[in-house]
């Protein structure tokens, strides 16, 4: 079992840069086994994978649309992971979710995932 609380939400200005923190509380299964991912959603669209990260930090996947922009983290001794958001956009604004799944590799799907956080609103202005 985990449990996800993300942070580090708010609003900015188009351009300005933004560092989510998901802490994860897990039960049996230590938290460097899961691999974790980001997403986002807006109202009426479904949630968009963001970045992905392996158990030890490497398999990282990106979005399309994320092009150098974020950088995705983890931290295994604080049982938390990060998403460094620079030059954001308009566009970027959204929910932002966390997710944990028991998979090997970072999955880019929603359903990979097998918990997730309450979410955290990016709110960006142009």
């Known amino acids: 079992q985990v449990q996800l609380v993300e942070s580090g939400g708010g609003l900015v200005q188009a351009g300005d840069s933004l560092r989510l923190s998901c802490a994860a509380s897990?039960?049996?299964?230590?938290?460097?086994?899961?691999?974790m991912g980001w997403f986002r959603q807006t109202p009426g669209q479904e949630r968009e994978f963001v970045a992905g990260?392996?158990?030890?930090?490497?398999?990282?996947v990106y979005g399309d649309f994320v092009k150098g922009r974020f950088t995705i983290s983890r931290d295994n001794a604080k049982n938390t992971v990060y998403l460094q958001m620079n030059s954001l956009k308009s566009e970027d604004a959204a929910v932002y979710y966390c997710?944990?799944?028991?998979?090997?590799?970072?999955?880019?799907?929603?359903?990979?995932?097998?918990?997730w956080g309450q979410g955290t609103q990016v709110t960006v202005s142009s």
């Open positions: 897990v039960r049996g299964r230590a938290f460097v086994s899961y691999t």
């Open positions: 997710a944990a799944s028991r998979l090997l590799t970072a999955s880019v799907v929603a359903a990979g995932y097998d918990f």
């Open positions: 990260v392996g158990w030890t930090g490497g398999n990282i």
